[in-house]
């Protein structure tokens, strides 16, 4: 402090500091590209040959502004899946739709609830606008309704569910989620977050596109960085209530979203038997995978996304933190998941037939060991 009592350098604003960093999966062994990147839930098939087409044809256009509104990539979202353009509204990943809802409607001191081993991005952006993040106990690895409703308060302005869950790939049904909403306050904002919701076969699933529909306070939040292997390219969207769009599309920033993104993003929505191809490969692969690592002796989480959680004995030198170590060795890199209260657990992204079986077989060899 000076002598007059101010700091000698810019200070962040109070709380910003607590906020914790976001840890991505780790995409490197030793400086050296892994053989199988099994970190981050990424497209074992990477994008459509059309989207790539779509975005090279961009390179042509650079110096121009893309279209701040994202016209086109909203009525083809709208087309795709029955759905208003003026409803929806398009972001830089999911991610940054998040962050929107939050600074759109928390205020300092308002709280949000999210489950227990939800997505690390929800308190990072409930914090960033200022509000308290309130955890809600799962059971099970799985979201509980009546433990988020416990959690409401007065001072409550948001509730974020993701389902499918990350880390953790269970889900709820859809009566759970409407059961969710009936209980929550009129003013308070449900954010469905639908990242891996392509992948779910489940009859009783549904991605929220019905309960935003007809609902004021609901919001839809989907991504093209899963199935759609576009993740490098930053796009996402949500639908919602006009009001919530309009208020929402007052504090995006201009040109959010680049021309090359816009013009992959719609080539990759019409090109649905790329989709097909993906999905139909993760139904295969996921049961496949959990079954011959719960032969080997591990408990998996049973999940409907593109990715496994999977636990590891408390044994010495069993441990998840030995497993990944000794999976790096091999050239397979999964996801550590104790930064989300899961240390003895790995994320494993359903990848290609040959990643899944170098996994097992790899994990075979180090519980054998």
């Known amino acids: 402090m000076s002598s007059s009592g101010q700091p000698q350098r810019p200070q962040p604003r109070d709380g910003l500091l607590d906020i914790p960093l976001y840890v991505p999966g780790k995409a490197e062994i030793d400086g050296a590209a892994p053989i199988h990147k099994l970190s981050s839930n990424e497209s074992p098939f990477g994008a459509s040959s059309k989207a790539m087409d779509a975005f090279r044809q961009m390179t042509g256009n650079l110096e121009l502004y893309p279209d701040g509104s994202s016209v086109v990539l909203r009525e083809v979202i709208g087309e795709i899946h029955g759905l208003h353009p003026d409803r929806i509204m398009c972001g830089a990943g999911s991610d940054e739709v998040l962050s929107l809802l939050c600074y759109t409607f928390l205020e300092r001191g308002d709280e949000a609830i999210y489950s227990q081993y939800g997505f690390a991005v929800y308190p990072i952006a409930i914090m960033a606008a200022g509000g308290k993040p309130v955890v809600a106990p799962e059971t099970d690895l799985t979201t509980d309704v009546d433990a988020i409703l416990s959690c409401v308060t007065e001072k409550t302005k948001m509730v974020f569910i993701a389902n499918p869950n990350n880390p953790t790939g269970t889900y709820i049904p ?26 779910v076969t489940n009859s009783d699933y549904e991605a929220g596109v019905e309960l935003a529909s007809m609902s004021d306070n609901v919001v839809m939040t989907r991504t093209f960085s899963k199935v759609y292997g576009l993740a490098a390219l930053r796009l996402g969207w949500c639908y919602g209530p006009r009001a919530i769009i309009d208020a929402m ?10 021309g090359a993104a816009q013009a992959a993003g719609v080539a990759a929505l019409r090109d649905q038997d790329f989709i097909r191809n993906a999905v139909s490969h993760n139904a295969e692969w996921l049961p496949k995978t959990t079954a011959a690592l719960e032969q080997l002796g591990l408990k998996v989480t049973p999940s409907v996304g593109n990715f496994i ?22 050239g397979c890199v999964l996801r550590l998941v104790g930064s989300y209260g899961l240390p003895n657990a790995l994320r494993m992204t359903i990848g290609t037939a040959e990643a899944c079986e170098a996994v097992i077989g790899d994990l075979a060899e180090f519980l054998k060991g």
């Open 174 to 199: 859809s009566s759970e989620v409407r059961r969710l909403h009936a209980g929550l306050p009129p003013h308070v904002v449900l954010v469905l977050d639908a990242a891996y919701s392509e992948f």
């Open 249 to 258: 599309n007052r504090i995006r920033p201009p040109f959010n979203i680049s």
């Open 309 to 330: 959680l999977i636990h590891f004995p408390d044994i010495a030198g069993k441990s998840a933190l030995d497993a990944d170590k000794f999976l790096q060795t091999k």
